[in-house]
């Protein structure tokens, strides 16, 4: 399938989540089933209980398969552009994404520079980020392009290749949620600090507990956090909370500024600015 696939990225996610998504379908497929048997040997009662958990098997099904397609699809939310513009990036800018090893959002957004560049990071450690789905959506990815405009790098939680105070600003896409410790998510987001200069930006996007994705993910909503999570993690980390976007109840997005020597001073002494 061609890369420029309006759905290239949505069947990427799919493959990456396929056990749940093989649940889903055999659920659907055995509920058929035994509508079919409850039919012929006449067990009556039993057929609107199963017609129902067939209806609720299907609705969760398709509900997955649009919440891919608007996180990934190439004409669904696209958060990483949407934290492009609230980080007030431009075309000439030199900015840092950290990644893991997914590359896809990287190689667009550097699409959208002319003299500037994006500077790569790929974090990704079995350690920190286990999860199975994650090792089978890298495995799906384009090979780093040749583009002058992006420079691939590699790094770790608590030492990203660069200098203190070095750049201005910095995408999180949907990266934090992926380290299981909370330990490792502040660790991650301090050493942004370190490398980020005064008044730089850090633009997060991930997804949230609340009612939209409670209704679309059912019970699967619990592993998420609410935004008060992000919001109280990047507080701690240091940060200054500028703005936030809400990317139909899916995706929330977050620009937090690292404050002036300033602001943090007073920040320090408890003063409100």
Not at 119 to 142: E, I
Not at 151 to 177: E, F, N, Y
Request: with cysteine; aromatic share 8%.
């Amino acid at each position: 399938m061609k890369r420029n696939s309006p759905f290239s990225g949505t069947l990427q996610a799919i493959y990456a989540r396929w056990p749940a998504f093989a649940l889903g379908y055999g659920g659907i497929v055995a509920a058929l089933i035994l509508i079919g048997i409850s039919a012929q040997q006449g067990w009556i009662g039993l057929i609107p209980l199963t017609l129902a958990l067939l209806l609720v098997l299907i609705y969760f099904f398709l509900a997955a398969l649009w919440r891919i397609h608007q996180q990934f699809g190439r004409n669904g939310l696209t958060p990483h552009h949407v934290l492009f513009d609230m980080g007030r990036i431009r075309a000439a800018d030199q900015f840092v994404i950290i990644d893991l090893g997914l590359r896809q959002q990287a190689i667009d957004l550097a699409r959208r520079l002319t003299t500037g560049k994006a500077v790569v990071v790929d974090v990704y450690s079995p350690q920190w980020t286990p999860g199975r789905s994650l090792v089978r959506h890298r495995a799906r990815m384009p090979h780093p392009p040749t583009d002058p405009r992006i420079r691939w790098q590699t790094g770790r939680i608590d030492l990203l290749p660069l200098p203190d105070k070095s750049v201005t600003a910095v995408i999180l896409c949907q990266v934090i949620s992926e380290f299981i410790q909370e330990g490792d998510q502040l660790q991650l987001l301090e050493e942004i600090y370190r490398i980020l200069s005064e008044n730089g930006r850090l633009l997060v996007a991930e997804e949230v507990q609340n009612r939209t994705n409670s209704l679309l993910m059912g019970p699967g909503v619990l592993q998420l956090k609410p935004v008060e999570h992000w919001r109280e993690l990047l507080e701690k980390a240091g940060f200054r909370v500028r703005s936030e976007k809400d990317l139909q109840g899916i995706i929330h997005c977050f620009r937090a500024d690292k404050p002036t020597y300033t602001e943090a001073q007073q920040l320090t002494l408890g003063l409100n600015l």
